[in-house]
């Protein structure tokens, strides 16, 4: 660990020199200690032949858990980066190395990464997830293309056969990566520059062969490179944008809702069981409340309230203390409710 | 505080050696640790280091260390490491080196320099894929020849997977509620010591925690859901499937189907032949919801040689009386604590290294209310009035107690004994089936156990054993009056 001098740790809380991720959803680090932070992470629209190394998922059919099998629909898989590594120097540098292709993916500036979809919502305790691909935050100035830029003796490292990811080290808090081709071995770190919109490559190959970066221009090199990579604004990210905008409520956006906070992964919407009770076929129908003799029907007030209080009447069978109460604007909770009356009606 | 504890301590150890009434709180204490400042405590993994360090891996990266005090609000927190995604399973290896299983690979993290945090990273071990689900963590335990066991986490099919993914896609592994879209997702692999992977064992939906005990027997449990009627606990062995289908398409040697999971939905006979069963089948509202890591007793402690099993989604942890019958393991479980102060949560577990003390680590995200930390419970000494055993005979159970029983237990009409099947399907957990209720006698009994010869006693079959509450004749209180034998097989012995 870096130790900071005497003085200035006197003037910061004890942990300051412990950059630890926090309940904070815009982690950043700095420049004398950057932030290393792996989770699956944003693909900005990288073209296929950057995946050299993954395979494609495909669409699948819709599968219903009640009745266990396919039902017409299909479910898309999503963009996102599974085995990636995101580093961050404040500001002046964001990028992201990826240990499946052991290569440069993108690089930006002005911050980091929006953790809210997968941390949560401060708001909403911070916990519950409603997507697990954090958004970026800043400007997107370089990102990878075609064949991987390392080039011994003019040929990408990427016809020399399988790249495989070793690990990495810290170098003053600096990572640099560690991969191999064959017997060749590789490491790149990559460090901010004092040109705009650009970063410095620092590149190593145990091979005696030249040493290039596909498309900079730089003297014969052999074992080391040092080069600067010079992008230019490709587009500007905000970080997750969180506004529903729901001024009249309806079932459709209930249905958004349902989805966005998570429900769906508790309750199923076709009667099944789940870990928590299903809303198909609730609304207008009994249910069997523990500690009651009586069921209580699942009208517009029990709805609301097992929204707001899950722990007011907890269903027979089902834990306590298991659904945290959501505290949401008035349309919200209406179309919550209109979403699941929606599902009492046959199709 | 801490003497008032102390002092707890003392009249506790004089109860056992007197007639005094022993109860929950001269036995257990639970304390909450007091996590580093400002962190989410989502305790993904815990470890002890043979100094005594105790490591914790939080979810979001971080892996703090600190050597446990006795105020539990005094740990002095370090930064070791930084930079793990979703890190399930911690190994230390040694003071300044650990090892952990994060989403996409196994990691090894070491202090070089030795100025107090981690700066070399290097995979240890890989080859399993990854989705871009978020329900694919993974945990590890030690293999006892330096290598490990790797149990492997499923997706969820309220997740999507990403186009793009670490190692190969299978389309039927995708199908279906929990799945197995990529390579190993529901297995457990073996790590040697250089961290080559071997797929070992198949049919997991969610092994949170794996352990082998000090014998050199695996163990994993699951989560009810589908393809897993209640919430087991395994017995692990190379080249079994243990129900969950989808995880089949990457078994070369699974020919019957390229859909594995269409296959046994529609061929329920067939699949209860090539599957096996749990050791033990915990009921999921009584027992254990979602259980987490399995870890035996430690000498020092009583119940030493007995299994623990947390509950990831209930404030309890269930204990587990195993044995081996016949070369088939099975057991009864009961709770060792059923709330208690006690959070949801727990999937960890440590033993210090006299025994004393146990800690377990806690997160609930994604879905729920947080139910996370870190929680210690110290063996006070005094030994509670519960259940101490519960024997399979080859007509009926061996109920031993921990401490003499009241003459009230000694009649059988007290002792009531039902029985169910359960069949894990597609559902998102089963109903029990096949409900019976058995008579009772009693056998023989001494001061602190009974036999029941059980009318109807069967393998294949969840005993369900319940009795009343009561005091032992020294006034304890009695812990637990519930518990369920999985009966997988009935010892065959030369009648009396």
Same mark, same amino acid.
């Given at each position: 660990m870096r130790k900071l001098p005497i003085l200035l740790c006197l003037a910061l809380p004890l942990f300051a020199d412990e950059p630890r991720l926090t309940f904070d959803n815009r982690p950043m680090g700095s420049i004398a200690k950057p932030l290393v932070l792996r989770s699956y992470l944003p693909d900005p629209g990288l073209e296929d032949s950057v995946f050299s190394q993954h395979d494609h998922a495909r669409k699948v059919s819709k599968y219903n858990p009640g009745l266990g099998s396919d039902v017409p629909g299909e479910i898309q898989p999503v963009p996102g980066l599974a085995a990636a590594i995101g580093v961050n120097f404040g500001p002046s540098l964001s990028y992201v190395f990826d240990t499946t292709e052991c290569r440069l993916l993108y690089t930006w500036q002005g911050g980091f990464v929006d953790m809210t979809p997968y941390w949560g919502d401060p708001d909403k305790g911070s916990r519950v997830s409603f997507d697990y691909v954090p958004r970026l935050v800043g400007t997107l100035f370089w990102q990878a293309s075609g064949p991987d830029p390392i080039e011994l003796d003019g040929k990408s490292i990427q016809q020399l056969g399988p790249r495989v990811f070793t690990g990495y080290r810290l170098e003053n808090d600096t990572p640099i990566f560690e991969f191999a081709t064959g017997?060749?071995?590789?490491?790149?770190s990559i460090t901010p520059s004092n040109k705009p919109l650009s970063c410095d490559l620092t590149l190593t190959s145990s091979s005696a062969a030249a040493l290039s970066w596909r498309g900079i221009d730089s003297p014969p090199a052999t074992g080391k490179l040092t080069v600067t990579l010079v992008g230019s604004d490709l587009s500007k990210f905000q970080g997750y944008q969180r506004d529903n905008k729901i001024t009249t409520a309806s079932a459709a956006a209930g249905e958004t809702l349902f989805n966005q906070y998570g429900c769906a992964a508790c309750h199923s919407i076709d009667g099944s069981k789940s870990h928590g009770p299903s809303v198909g076929k609730l609304a207008g129908h009994p249910v069997e409340i523990e500690g009651l003799d009586q069921p209580v029907l699942a009208d517009r007030a029990y709805l609301l309230e097992s929204?707001?209080?899950?722990?007011?009447?907890?269903?027979?069978?089902?834990?306590?203390?298991y659904m945290p109460p959501f505290g949401l604007p008035e349309a919200e909770y209406d179309s919550l409710i209109l979403y699941i009356q929606s599902l009492d009606k046959p199709e | 505080m801490t003497s008032l504890f102390l002092k707890l301590g003392v009249i506790g150890i004089l109860?056992?050696? &007197?007639?005094? =009434?022993?109860?929950?709180?001269? #036995?257990?204490?639970?304390?909450?640790?007091?996590l580093p400042a400002g962190a989410p405590p989502e305790v993904g993994a815990i470890d002890i280091a043979s100094d005594g360090t105790l490591f914790i891996v939080l979810r979001r990266g971080d892996v703090f260390r600190a050597k446990p005090t006795r105020d539990p609000a005094a740990f002095d927190?370090?930064? /070791?490491a930084s930079g793990f995604d979703n890190g399930c399973g911690l190994d230390i290896v040694s003071p300044t080196k650990i090892r952990i299983t994060q989403m996409a690979e196994m990691t090894e993290a070491e202090d070089s320099d030795g100025d107090g945090s981690a700066d070399r990273f290097t995979r240890f071990a890989h080859g399993w894929g990854l989705s871009g689900n978020y329900h694919e963590t993974n945990a590890l335990t030690r293999d006892g020849k330096g290598g490990y066991f790797i149990a492997v986490?499923?997706?969820?099919?309220?997740?999507? &997977? /990403?186009?793009?993914?670490?190692?190969? /896609?299978?389309?039927?592994?995708?199908?279906?509620?929990?799945?197995?879209?990529?390579?190993?997702?529901?297995?457990?692999? %073996?790590?040697?010591?250089?961290?080559?992977i071997t797929p070992w064992a198949s049919g997991f939906r969610m092994a949170n925690g794996i352990y082998q005990d000090p014998r050199g027997e695996l163990w994993a449990g699951d989560n009810q859901g589908d393809w897993k009627a209640i919430t087991p606990l395994y017995h692990v062995e190379k080249g079994k499937f243990y129900g969950h289908p989808n995880s089949l398409v990457w078994d070369p040697a699974f020919t019957k189907s390229?859909?594995?999971? =269409?296959?046994?939905?529609?061929?329920?006979?067939?699949?209860n032949r090539d599957r096996t069963p749990p050791a033990v089948e915990m009921p999921h509202m009584e027992i254990n919801r979602s259980a987490g890591e399995p870890m035996e007793i430690p000498i020092g402690?009583?119940?030493?040689?007995?299994?623990?099993l947390p509950d990831n989604n209930g404030e309890r942890v269930t204990r587990l009386m195993l044995e081996e019958i016949e070369g088939v393991w099975q057991g009864a479980c009961t709770h060792l604590i059923d709330g208690r102060g006690l959070r949801s949560g727990n999937h960890r577990a440590r033993f210090t290294a006299d025994g004393k003390q146990l800690f377990l680590g806690q997160t609930v995200r994604g879905w729920g209310i947080p139910a996370e930390g870190l929680q210690r419970v110290t063996f006070l000494g005094p030994v509670p009035f519960d259940i101490d055993r519960i024997r399979i005979t080859r007509d009926g159970f061996k109920v031993s107690f921990t401490h003499p029983i009241p003459d009230s237990l000694k009649d059988a009409q007290v002792w009531k004994l039902s029985s169910c099947t359960y069949q894990p399907k597609w559902t998102y957990g089963s109903e029990p089936e096949n409900h019976r209720e058995h008579a009772v006698r009693?056998?023989?009994?001494?001061?602190?156990?009974?036999?029941?010869?059980?009318?109807?006693? =069967?393998?294949?079959?969840?005993?369900?054993? %319940?009795?009343?509450? #009561?005091?032992?004749?020294?006034?304890?209180?009695l812990q637990n009056n519930l518990a369920f034998y999985t009966v997988n097989r009935i010892p065959i012995t030369k009648p009396d």
């Open positions: 017997s060749t071995r590789f490491t790149l929204i707001k209080a899950p722990n007011a009447k907890i269903v027979k069978g089902y834990p306590p203390n | 109860a056992t050696q &007197t007639l005094y =009434a022993v109860k929950f709180n001269d #036995c257990y204490r639970i304390e909450d640790i007091k927190w370090q930064l /070791f986490g499923t997706a969820s099919f309220s997740g999507p &997977t /990403f186009k793009h993914t670490l190692g190969t /896609f299978s389309d039927a592994g995708r199908r279906g509620r929990n799945y197995s879209a990529v390579k190993w997702k529901g297995w457990v692999l %073996h790590s040697d010591a250089h961290g080559k390229k859909d594995p999971l =269409a296959y046994y939905r529609s061929r329920l006979d067939e699949y402690s009583h119940f030493a040689g007995q299994m623990i009693i056998a023989s009994s001494d001061e602190k156990s009974l036999t029941l010869k059980v009318d109807g006693l =069967a393998s294949g079959r969840v005993f369900r054993i %319940h009795f009343p509450k #009561c005091d032992s004749p020294d006034g304890s209180p």
